[in-house]
């Protein structure tokens, strides 16, 4: 008999180095794109399968990302990726998508691709609107991540 062990996950090892915003036609689209770095750390072989009640909290506080098709080309799509395991940062692409859809813009695209860094990618999504665009406020904050033990998007907070 084996005995599995959980990965270790330290939250604070993804950061997000950089955040830019293109906003003209640009190498990925010719509307306007935030292009954020992203540093995994010990994160990098994570999946999301391999985070206890990760798929369960994740899809509890934003439960429209049951629309997204992702590459399976139908609703549900990005939710059966999630469920079987997903890197994190196709998983940042989405939920940023999703947080903006949500205010009422009209975003689909977004690329994750290695940075050519170690344990870096870059996660490209589209934008419409500046002030959404405007999430500069994400480098300084320290948002509690979907595997923690918070079960509500009332009970995240910035700065813990």
């Known amino acids: 008999m084996s005995t599995a062990t959980e990965p270790q996950i330290d939250a604070d090892q993804l950061q997000v ?32 399968a391999d985070i206890p ?23 549900g799509g990005f939710l059966e990726r999630l469920r079987e395991g997903t890197h994190l940062p196709h998983i940042l692409e989405h939920v940023a998508l999703e947080l903006q859809s949500l205010t009422g813009s009209d975003v689909s695209f977004g690329r994750v ?8 990618w870059w996660v490209i999504v589209a934008y419409e609107e500046e ?4 999430m500069k406020q994400f ?17 995240y907070q910035c700065g813990d």
Request: glycine fraction near 6%.
């Open 131 to 134: 002030e959404v665009r405007s």
């Open 53 to 75: 009640g990760f798929y369960e909290r994740l899809t509890e506080a934003i439960p429209t990302l049951a629309e997204h098709h992702c590459t399976r080309q139908e609703p």
């Open 113 to 120: 691709v290695p940075s050519g860094d170690p344990d870096t």
């Open 17 to 48: 180095s950089r955040i830019r915003a293109l906003r003209g036609p640009n190498y990925w689209r010719l509307a306007p794109v935030i292009a954020c770095d992203v540093q995994l750390g010990g994160l990098e072989q994570i999946s999301s």
């Open 139 to 155: 480098d300084s904050a320290h948002l509690r991540p979907p595997w923690s033990k918070r079960r509500n998007v009332a009970e």
